[in-house]
């Protein structure tokens, strides 16, 4: 069974700093895309970051580029998010969410953690 | 303008259809690209319904009912998703994204009222 557990969430004060983990199991995580999506209370899916299989390629989202920084361990089956220089727009759930490709068929979320909760205030 | 506009909300009775619209931003031809979809129901995390470029290019996620569909409309510029048979379960808030200069875009959501 695919699980995607995260850890690290908390309440932080603005221009704090946060580390996030998402231990995976189930499945063969180094050939998988991973990417970190947030989701603000009451409000909808937002992209943060996206890393691939080998860790060489890796993107972020406008609001997080230069702030946050994802990696990944693949001998130890573990994504993880540095957030830097909270803000409290980046309050939020943040997720770990898998991503496979066949060739250049992509298939984007087909498995999400629980997530973990960031809260940024002060 | 967003890369992905959603209407807001959207109702339909119990055994109609629906027929969500993810409408990608003008001058962004919606032809090549392949619309993700996503349920998410109070509470619950997000659900990989399905993924859908053209009849040929389609994919069903795991467990998803036939009854959930995807399309385009070429002359709106739009990715469609489409329900029939709705059921008071397919009560949720409806996601489409789409892989956009190296980034992961979703629309803003629409909410499904079955009344």
Not at chain 1, 18 to 37: D, I, K, P, Q
Not at chain 1, 70 to 82: F, G, M, P, T, V
Request: glycine residues 12%; proline residues 4%.
């Amino acid at each position: 069974e695919v699980q995607l557990v995260e850890s690290g969430g908390g309440l932080v004060q603005p221009g704090g700093s946060l580390r996030l983990s998402c231990a995976a199991s189930g499945f063969t995580f180094s050939s998988y895309e991973m990417n970190w999506v947030r989701q603000a209370p009451g409000k909808g899916l937002e992209w943060v970051s996206y890393i691939s299989s080998s860790g060489s390629t890796i993107y972020y989202g406008d609001a997080v580029k230069g702030r946050f920084t994802i990696s990944r361990d693949n001998a130890k089956n573990s994504l993880y998010l540095e957030l830097n220089s909270l803000r409290a727009e980046d309050t939020a759930v943040y997720h770990c969410v898998r991503e496979s490709s066949v060739g250049v068929i992509i298939t984007f979320g087909d498995y999400w953690g629980q997530g973990t909760l960031v809260t940024v205030s002060s | 303008q967003p890369v992905l506009t959603q209407p807001t909300s959207l109702s339909a009775s119990p055994g109609a259809s629906a027929r969500f619209t993810c409408t990608l931003r003008s001058g962004i031809n919606v032809g090549p690209y392949r619309i993700h979809w996503y349920q998410q129901k109070p509470g619950s995390l997000p659900r990989y319904l399905l993924r859908y470029s053209s009849d040929s290019d389609t994919q069903q996620g795991s467990g998803v009912p036939g009854r959930f569909s995807g399309s385009k409309d070429a002359s709106t510029n739009a990715g469609l998703l489409l329900i029939s048979g709705l059921q008071s379960e397919d009560e949720a808030d409806y996601y489409c994204a789409i892989w956009f200069r190296s980034t992961w875009v979703f629309g803003g959501g629409t909410k499904l009222t079955v009344l």
